[in-house]
């Protein structure tokens, strides 16, 4: 009985679903991917944010902030993050994980609908 049931258990392991969704694991490398944070440059959700207030060499203060990358397609985002840029780290990140960091911010970012706005449209459809 014990083996059919380790046989069983062991069935169920194999055949279950993913540990995280893909949504999940995208959201887990935006905020952390290698061990820094795209999420602390770019915002939570990829809208921009300012990353340092400074004083340049003529007295004028200035501004670096991160680039809004909501709407980048994935070819621009995959070359950014594989070859870095002036203030952009290089990432050491599989076009897989580009990939799932670009569907997050997609998925994200989609408009959502307001709760009462879906009870009244389900209600006129009943």
Same mark, same amino acid.
């Given at each position: ?9 062991? &069935?169920?392991?194999?055949? *279950? =679903?993913?540990?995280?969704? %893909? ?8 905020? /952390?991917? @290698? ?11 990829? &809208?921009?944010?300012?990353? *340092? =207030?400074?004083?340049?060499? %003529? ?8 680039? /809004?990358? @909501? ?56």
């Amino acid at each position: 009985m014990r083996i059919i049931f380790a046989i069983l258990i062991a &069935a169920l392991a194999l055949s *279950a =679903e993913d540990f995280i969704t %893909e949504f999940e694991y995208g959201q887990m490398l935006y905020e /952390d991917p @290698r061990g820094a944070s795209c999420a602390a440059c770019h915002g939570p959700t990829g &809208a921009g944010e300012m990353i *340092a =207030e400074y004083t340049d060499a %003529e007295g004028v203060v200035r501004t670096l902030t991160a680039p /809004d990358i @909501r709407q980048t397609p994935l070819e621009v985002l995959r070359k950014r993050v594989k070859e870095g840029g002036a203030v952009m780290p290089r990432y050491f990140l599989t076009d897989k994980e580009i990939a799932t960091i670009h569907a997050y911010l997609q998925k994200v970012n989609q408009p959502r609908k307001s709760s009462v706005k879906a009870l009244f449209q389900n209600a006129q459809t009943e």
